[in-house]
């Protein structure tokens, strides 16, 4: 009997996403990298389907869904291309480092802001500022006096 090892993109010390969750195609990179280019493909595009997907939390899934909207399949799909590499494995390595990277920033809550209103320094500061500007302003015209 042979078992099969579960390999899994650990996030964090909450979040591990199993690698039966993605997809993976391989396409010829673009640019210049010699003769090569042409017989390999080393491009590495990483589907995986968020929507469907029970490793990260409901909040992880929307705030990572807004974050990177543009990566987005309408089917909830995330996908990711990385051809910075001339070889398969390093630019399937970056893809999963580029994924790690989005949902960590998605797992951060961001704080929300509390309104506040301006301090009585900060106007008077403020009004100070214009009368001064307001006056070298002033100062700039040429007198209209008329005779």
């Known amino acids: ?29 673009g640019g210049p990298a010699g003769q090569n280019v042409n017989k390999v493909a080393s491009k590495a595009i990483l589907h995986w389907n968020v929507e469907g997907s029970s490793s990260l939390p409901v909040h992880v899934k929307t705030r990572l869904r807004t974050l990177e909207r543009r990566r987005f399949t309408k089917d909830g799909v995330l996908v990711i291309i990385s051809q910075r ?6 630019n399937r390595q970056d893809c999963l480092e580029k994924l790690q990277e989005m949902v960590r920033e998605a797992t951060i809550i961001p704080r929300v802001r509390r309104k506040t209103r301006p301090t009585r320094g900060s106007r008077e ?4 500022a214009k009368k001064h500007r307001s006056a070298i302003k002033t100062g700039r015209r040429p007198d209209l006096q008329h005779d």
């Open 1 to 29: 009997m042979t078992r099969k090892l579960l390999v899994m993109l650990e996030i964090n010390e909450n979040i591990q996403i199993p690698d039966e969750e993605f997809t993976w195609r391989f396409a010829r990179s």
């Open 85 to 90: 590499y001339r070889d398969q494995e390093r």
């Open 125 to 128: 500061a403020r009004l100070h």
